[in-house]
């Protein structure tokens, strides 16, 4: 199976530990993803970790009022992704830049002070999608800041699985969407496939769009939780609601090469509303950080 694409391998899964009807239901939920590798070529690069933005004319560094300049984390070239692979609303051109607060970065502390559960860190996170054909020009860097060093990435096509924890999984693995039973009550056959999948889907990588890898459980549900407020139970009806509103932008991993260690080697996962894509609202976007 080492010839075998991602998109076959999860296929593949669902036939071996399936029956036909659930491998179906399973299958349809698979989405195309861009996952993005590192190339020595620049020409070939799709994406920039680290370096240093390109901002338009007359804009400034972005900023975390109160707690100073946001890290540069990574520039993509829209128009250099393969459109099939990414969500309907995806920037067919321009670039997308990303920024993230991250304490070590300069100020002496020992991490990050954003959180998906503070309102008011929010503003630690920014993207900003500037348009083709806008005047722009090399940022200056901030004092307080150490650029990250530059990797170029390269975009390949893949498929990605969601979480077995959202809703729509569950929908189709188990019927009526109820939370996972534990395992000595879940079935054999989706005890199997549990495990198998767990052991398919072990790296998390660099990704836009399609399904997130996550560390610690699903980032959606993260995302739901902060917006509808902490405390709602596993199962919720709003809770599976607002979860299957979001869309994940990018996955970007902890990153030797560029210097990026994300707490305990984690991964920052950017998510935004469809509408909210499709009208290029970034400001709307929502980080969560799992370690």
């Known amino acids: 199976m080492t010839d075998e694409r991602p998109a076959d391998r999860y296929a593949r899964l669902a036939a071996d530990h399936l029956p036909a009807g659930l491998a179906e239901r399973w299958t349809a939920l698979l989405r195309p993803c861009v996952r993005l590798r590192r190339t020595p070529d ?6 920039t970790l680290g370096g240093t933005p390109d901002l338009p004319l007359g804009t400034a560094w972005p900023t975390w009022p109160g707690r100073g ?3 540069f984390v990574a520039s993509v070239r829209c128009a250099a992704l393969p459109p099939e692979a990414l969500p309907p609303g ?16 300069g100020t002496g502390g020992a991490g990050t002070f954003h959180s998906i559960y503070d309102r008011g860190s929010w503003a630690g996170a920014q993207v900003l999608h500037v348009a083709a054909g806008t005047p722009v ?39 009526d969407g109820r939370p996972w039973p534990g395992p000595r009550e879940t079935e054999p056959r989706l005890r199997s ?19 997130a890898v996550p560390v610690q459980g699903p980032v959606e549900y993260e995302v739901a ?12 009806p ?14 970007l991993d902890s990153d030797d090469d560029a210097g990026m260690t994300w707490g305990d080697t984690g991964t920052l996962y950017w998510l935004i509303r469809p509408e909210d894509l499709t009208t290029r609202r970034f400001d709307r976007v929502r980080l969560v950080l799992q370690c």
């Open 238 to 251: 709003l809770l599976d609601r607002e979860a299957e509103r979001w869309l994940v932008l990018a996955q």
């Open 193 to 211: 496939f549990r495990r198998a999948f767990d052991r398919l889907r072990s790296r998390t990588g660099h990704q836009l769009g399609g399904h």
């Open 69 to 71: 300049p946001l890290s």
């Open 90 to 105: 995806f920037p067919p051109d321009g670039t997308l830049l990303f920024f993230f607060h991250y304490d070590d970065q």
């Open 42 to 47: 620049p020409e070939r690069a799709a994406a």
């Open 225 to 236: 939780d902060a917006e509808l407020g902490p405390g709602r139970p596993w199962g919720d």
């Open 137 to 175: 020009h090399p940022a200056p860097v901030p004092r307080e800041l150490e650029p990250y060093p530059r990797t170029h990435l390269v975009a390949e096509v893949e498929s990605s699985a969601p979480d077995l924890w959202l809703p729509q999984a569950r929908a189709a693995l188990l019927g």
